[in-house]
């Protein structure tokens, strides 16, 4: 009677199971075929236009090799999204951690209600602010051609508003660290940069990717901002403009060999990161 | 000279939650003092206001004449131990008891040493064959009394680490990082952390509270040791009265923010100033009964358990000597001051529970009239056949030596046979008050 039972256990537990790799397995393959399909005709140089074939006729690198000729700007997009992504990066991760320092060690008049005022303002979606900060941007001359200091001015200026996960890893590391250290002789900033920084390896490696993914994959805001000048454009605006009816028939291919030079650097960064990555998203829940 | 004085601090937290009352102390120059208390009891409180990482709401701390009110806690030349270790997790052991000297970049003279005593005087030499004799007089001065130097040079801090290595048995760990070593290693880092810096008074807040029994015992007795090497003003804190006794010169004994008694292990032992010492120092702690003092001529009894039991020895004497006349009281009564009686006298009591503790029984026993006691008995003191009968529900009976009973008032709780009281007890010695007042002390001194 208890091996029947016991068998119908197993059995019970291998349908589910069949069941569950199976759903799963659609969901990564509806998941995974643009991705192959980018790839694909990315290496694409029979027909630069929109296929019904996913496997192309003939492979090469031409569409790569037009992306670095002289021909078109997809090195000033790629360069100008560079420079956006990294400026933000640096100044983000510096703000969100000295805010989130500051937010978890000292107590000061008003620091509850400012923090719950950021948390509702950061329910807002960020699109309902966009023509605000365009008309203010295209008001200080930060538009268009100059839209890459626009861009890391309105990148940088919300820098603040993500201290939660920081604050969050901070709050579980014990102050009497601090306290030790203030002890022992050290300034507020050297207790800041000599314990507290070396500690955060994990929340800062991944406070850098997540501030350097932002503007790195960012299209509404750089597309509005940069009005459509070549110059002013980041990768992503740039590629969406051979997506036009007039262009796509031409460069569909090669919009496709941008995408995995975009994805390429930010594929690097995790995959040395990774373990740092998951350690900082999980880590401020369970140390302590 | 490090003497704390601790004058009228009080600790008032936001929502007006007084955590400290009125704390009045002068700890002596190399007095080793330990705050022991209860949780909450404001002890922990009180040592970090000293040590600065927390705001005096109230009263003034000095250490060594100067009043440290608004200094910084490095400013204050203090060195802390704390609970959890407080150890940096990224640095290895050396790198941990370097940082309060590599981040030190005060100006200081510090003498040579020999080999560079040696070096000095050939360049002296040489300088004086050059004809730079302002140079070489300076370089003499250095030799004699020491160079103006920022912070410490790598050298000095190898020398410091190694010394206190040395001392607290950790050299083999200098290359490690805390989170690969026990709980009492960590703990001699953090000590050794603490003895690297120049400072004038050693604070420690539950150093051993971390630790296991065994360890702790063995940390306690290292600690003594160390005391009699750095020789300085010490400050304990603890909740573990056994730690209190062995390692303090005085003890403050605190409740609810108020200090209840300040005294040696000796006379917090013997002459608990109120109940709350009474029952808080010693384990098992005292056994207490409602009861009446009875005064008949020159001689007292007591008749706790419906018993009549005589008041000798010296607590007769001094009850004598203060006149008191009979009134209801509690008795007070040490488990280690109850003995078992073979003969017809005795209080009849049952045993509840016997707790074998190796060297010692802990009977708890209850009375005819459902009254609970503890008693302590030496094993060795039993033959076989007694141990045999310390069983649960078993008939014995115990006497009470008069000569270790203690008398507390029922309201106050106050113990009769000792004067001091809360308000008076603990006020600054008056030769020290007295000595402020003739040194008057600008105003804007206090309110730096």
Redesign the interface.
């Known amino acids: 009677m208890a091996e029947k039972k016991s068998m119908k256990l197993s059995t019970k537990r291998r349908i589910g199971n069949i069941a569950s790799y199976i759903t799963l397995g659609l969901i990564s393959i509806i998941w995974i075929m643009p991705f192959i399909f980018l790839v694909l005709k990315s290496f694409d140089v029979e027909n630069p236009g929109v296929t019904s074939n996913v496997i192309p006729k003939a492979f090469g690198f031409n569409n790569y090799i037009y992306l670095f000729s002289s021909e078109c700007n997809f090195l000033q997009w790629y360069f100008n999204t560079f420079i956006i992504a990294l400026v933000v990066c640096v100044v983000q991760t510096a703000m969100q951690f000295a805010m989130s320092f500051v937010l978890s060690r000292f107590r000061f008049a008003l620091r509850k209600p400012m923090m719950n005022f950021m948390l509702v303002l950061g329910m807002f979606p960020g699109f309902l602010t966009m023509i605000v900060l365009y008309q203010i941007l295209k008001g200080i001359g930060l538009t268009g051609d100059n839209a890459v200091p626009g861009l890391i001015l309105v990148y940088v200026a919300s820098s603040g508003m993500g201290y939660y996960v920081i604050k969050g890893f901070l709050d579980t590391m014990?102050k009497?660290?601090d306290?030790?250290?203030?002890?022992?002789?050290?300034t507020r900033a050297?207790i800041f940069l000599?314990?507290i920084v070396?500690?955060c390896k994990p929340i800062l490696i991944y406070t850098i990717l997540t501030s350097f993914m932002g503007p790195w994959g960012d299209f509404v805001f750089a597309y509005t901002v940069s009005l459509g000048s070549q110059s002013g454009m980041n990768v992503a605006a740039g590629l969406n403009s051979w997506l036009s009816a007039a262009n796509i028939g031409q460069h569909f291919a090669h919009f496709c060999a941008g995408g995995v030079i975009v994805a390429i650097p930010v594929m690097v960064l995790f995959l040395f990161l990774q373990k740092y990555y998951v350690e900082g998203v999980t880590g401020g829940a369970v140390k302590g | 000279m490090a003497e704390v004085i601790i004058k009228n601090v009080k600790k008032i937290y936001s929502g007006n939650v007084t955590a400290v009352h009125d704390f009045n102390l002068h700890i002596k120059d190399k007095e080793f003092i330990v705050f022991v208390g209860p949780s909450g009891c404001g002890k922990s409180t009180t040592l970090r206001m000293v040590?600065?990482?927390e705001d005096i709401s109230e009263g003034t701390i000095s250490i060594d004449g100067e009043v440290v009110n608004d200094l910084?806690?490095?400013d204050r030349h203090?060195?802390?131990v704390?609970?959890?270790y407080?150890?940096?997790?990224?640095l290895t052991v050396y790198e941990n008891m370097a940082?309060?000297l590599r981040?030190?970049k005060k100006e200081r003279i510090m003498p040579l040493s020999d080999e560079e005593k040696e070096k000095a005087r050939l360049e002296v030499e040489e300088l004086r064959k050059q004809g730079k004799n302002d140079k070489a007089d300076k370089l003499e001065d250095e030799i004699a009394n020491g160079r103006k130097q920022k912070g410490y040079t790598d050298d000095q801090i190898y020398e410091r680490i190694i010394n206190a290595a040395q001392v607290l048995g950790i050299t083999q760990f200098l290359t490690r990082k805390p989170k690969a070593m026990s709980g009492g290693q960590r703990q001699r880092v953090a000590i050794g952390?603490a003895m690297v810096?120049d400072c004038k008074v050693f604070l420690m807040d539950e150093p051993l509270s971390n630790l296991d029994a065994k360890l702790r015992n063995q940390m306690r007795a290292e600690i003594i040791l160390l005391r009699k090497r750095i020789n300085t003003t010490f400050i304990y804190v603890t909740h573990d009265q056994t730690e209190a006794m062995t390692l303090g010169d005085r003890i403050v004994c605190m409740k609810d923010g108020f200090i209840m008694q300040v005294g040696t292990p000796t006379e917090l032992f013997d002459m608990p100033a109120n109940l709350f010492v009474a029952q808080f120092v010693g384990a098992p702690m005292m056994n207490t009964v409602h009861c009446d003092l009875i005064r008949e001529g020159n001689k007292y009894f007591v008749n706790p358990y419906g018993y009549k039991l005589p008041v000798d020895g010296d607590k007769g004497k001094a009850l004598l000597d203060r006149d008191i006349e009979s009134r209801p009281i509690i008795l007070g009564i040490r488990p280690e001051h109850i003995q078992l009686s073979s003969g017809k006298d005795g209080v009849p009591v049952t045993i509840q529970v016997n707790e074998m503790m190796g060297s010692e029984y802990h009977l708890h026993v209850t009375t005819e009239q459902g009254e609970k006691l503890i008693v302590r008995i030496p094993t060795l003191s039993l033959s076989d056949e007694e141990r045999a009968n310390m069983v649960n529900g078993t008939q014995i009976k115990v006497s009470f030596s008069g000569k270790a009973m203690h008398f507390f008032d029922p309201e106050s709780e106050k113990n009769l046979l000792v004067d001091i009281t809360n308000a008076d007890a603990y006020e600054l010695d008056a030769d020290i008050v007295k000595q402020e007042k003739q040194e008057e002390l600008p105003k804007s001194d206090i309110e730096e």
């Open positions: 014990p009497s660290l306290e030790a250290a203030l002890v022992d002789g050290a050297q000599k314990v070396p500690l | 040590a600065g990482l910084q806690p490095k203090i060195s802390m704390f609970q959890n407080a150890l940096y997790p990224h940082f309060p981040i030190d952390r810096k």
